[in-house]
């Protein structure tokens, strides 16, 4: 069993910055990419990052693209959300979710494709 805890959110005036973590359990870890998913007042899961499971391959959602950047470090089998930026509109609960196959440079959007998911820090931005 997995369990992923997520951790760093809180309220940033816009223009802020902030680092989100999500520690993993298990002697798997870098056998998987992680992502990072939100889900804003109203609104549905969306994409955010994804990070291949040793680290060379990185995606984003457009909305968020040189803003945010997503790292790992399997040697504390943990996950990074740097955001910088902040908008408004980032308001959310943000989660973290280890993917489903452990192919080489698999770096999936869809939530489908992730097995294991944490219970979410609220990251909240105003303006």
């Known amino acids: 069993q997995v369990q992923l805890v997520e951790s760093g959110g809180g309220l940033v005036q816009a223009g802020g910055s902030l680092r989100l973590s999500c520690a993993a359990s298990g002697r798997t870890f870098s056998s998987y990419a992680m992502g990072w998913f939100r889900q804003g007042p109203g609104k549905e899961r969306e994409f955010v990052a994804a990070i291949s499971r040793l680290g060379g391959v990185t995606i984003y959602t457009d909305s968020v693209k040189g803003r945010f950047t997503i790292s790992r470090d399997n040697a504390k089998n943990t996950v990074y959300l740097q955001m910088t930026s902040l908008k408004p509109e980032d308001t959310a609960v943000y989660c973290c979710?280890?993917?489903?196959?452990?192919?080489?440079?698999?770096?999936?959007?869809?939530?489908?494709?992730?097995?294991?998911w944490g219970q979410g820090t609220q990251v909240t931005v105003s303006s």
């Open positions: 979710a280890r993917a489903r196959d452990s192919y080489y440079n698999f770096t999936p959007r869809d939530p489908n494709e992730y097995d294991y």
